[in-house]
């Protein structure tokens, strides 16, 4: 399908300079076909033209950290730290999962990701299969995370979920990746260190999350986990940290060395109460940050504008009111994502790049007056704002209404049955 954007403010985001253009974007099936002035230019044939009356395209959000089908527990499993939340909540009622319950909640949250804006995330869960075949009836881009540890996963299934993933949909894709250090014991991270220097892969993992969890890793290794992941040739070929609260000495050089992506999660860190993480440190030593959400039950949404907006406040907290400029963490939020996602054609609007695009409107009073776009969009923007959102090519949320085969209705009664499920198994 052909689609063409005329009278838009464009923000491409190849750079983090906040650069707004006005003009045109075309789109020819799932590819950008042109940005900017469409002068000189044959027209395609369009099947549709779309009067954006000035409003604001941007590279749709990259939530580039989430476990999606924990939509089950949101609000369910609250106001614990981290370490008592896994085992006394998240862990008990996960295993009362199955594969159709996981595509049902993952689903729901397709739902929450598209009327936010959002177009890729990066998902740590099980029943693989399920999150890919969501991917593909919804027309919503999975990166798949492998989330191997000592409670399941080895590193030859990883490598078949590897393989099979990236080959099932062009959608959906496959990182090589393992649940936590403390929760995996050092045979399996062997293996899969291993595996990824036999594929050439990067791995990512939570990491650093917590003080107790790097203190423990000491205890344990005489080593921060990233030091010790880092022994174990773990990063050879790159890979990334969810989290990365607590940062110890030398761990900076080892991520500056391996060219290791941090992804933050601020809302998570602090409804778990697991710290602040020190991102102005990250930028300027020149590490790349993306943004998460985490999951549904430690955040408790999947809204990556309250990310952004927690992601700069914190740093003027802790650092100052200078830290963490908000045009560079909406570029952390649309393209710094993608790469550490592996989307390289999804990271800005250039022709030729996917078209996976969101409209913001513009024309609500808190994007007004408009005195400088990108930060309008970081400090004042909301799910609200966004008009439209659409991933390679295809249009799956415009004003309020979702245009793929889905009955939002159905999905949220089948939500409440799973969760009922589980609660009258587990006696809560």
């Not at 990166?143 to 000592?150: H, L, P, T, W």
């Not at 913001?360 to 004042?380: E, F, G, R, T, W």
Request: net charge negative.
């Amino acid at each position: 399908m052909n689609i063409r954007f005329y009278n838009a403010r464009i923000l491409p985001m190849e750079q983090a300079d906040g650069t707004v253009q006005t003009g045109e974007l075309w789109v020819r099936d799932d590819r950008i076909a042109l940005v900017g002035d469409p002068k000189g230019r044959e027209p395609l044939a369009f099947d549709r033209e779309i009067d954006c009356k000035g409003n604001l395209i941007l590279p749709g959000f990259k939530n580039a950290h989430t476990h999606s089908a924990m939509t089950f527990l949101r609000s369910f499993a609250d106001d614990k730290p981290l370490h008592n939340w896994l085992h006394e909540d998240v862990f008990p009622m996960e295993a009362h999962l199955t594969g159709d319950d996981i595509y049902a909640l993952t689903k729901l949250a397709v739902l929450e990701y598209v009327s936010g804006g959002v177009t890729a995330a990066f998902d740590m869960y099980y029943h693989v299969e399920r999150i890919a075949e969501c991917a593909r009836d919804t027309g919503f881009r999975f990166v798949i995370c492998g989330a191997a540890n000592d409670f399941g996963g080895t590193a030859e299934s990883t490598r078949r979920d590897f393989e099979r993933l990236n080959a099932f949909d062009p959608l959906v894709s496959c990182r090589i990746g393992f649940h936590a250090e403390y929760t995996t014991s050092e045979p399996l991270l062997r293996d899969l260190a291993a595996l990824a220097g036999e594929l050439r892969e990067p791995v990512f993992t939570h990491l650093s999350e917590t003080a107790a969890e790097v203190d423990g890793c000491i205890e344990r290794t005489g080593m921060s986990p990233i030091a010790y992941l880092d022994s174990l040739g773990m990063f050879n070929y790159g890979g990334g940290g969810f989290h990365m609260v607590h940062p110890r000495e030398g761990d900076i050089e080892i991520m500056k060395k391996r060219g290791l992506y941090v992804c933050t999660n601020p809302a998570s860190n602090i409804k778990l109460s697991s710290g602040v993480a020190p991102i102005e440190t990250y930028y300027r030593e020149g590490i790349p940050v993306a943004i998460g959400t985490d999951g549904p039950a430690s955040n408790n949404c999947l809204d990556m504008f309250r990310e952004m907006f927690l992601t700069t406040g914190l740093q003027k907290l802790t650092v100052g009111a200078a830290a963490a400029n908000p045009v560079r963490v909406l570029h952390s939020a649309c393209s710094v994502g993608a790469k550490m996602m592996g989307l390289d054609q999804c990271d800005c609007l250039k022709e030729g790049k996917q078209a996976d695009v969101v409209m913001l409107d513009l024309h609500m009073p808190n994007m007004q007056p408009i005195n400088n776009i990108a930060k309008n969009v970081v400090y004042s923007g909301s799910k609200s704002n966004v008009a439209l959102t659409m991933v390679a090519g295809r249009i799956l949320y415009e004003r309020g209404r979702y245009t793929f085969d889905v009955d939002p209705e159905e999905v949220y009664a089948k939500a409440d049955a799973i969760i009922a499920r589980i609660r009258k198994a587990e006696g809560r």
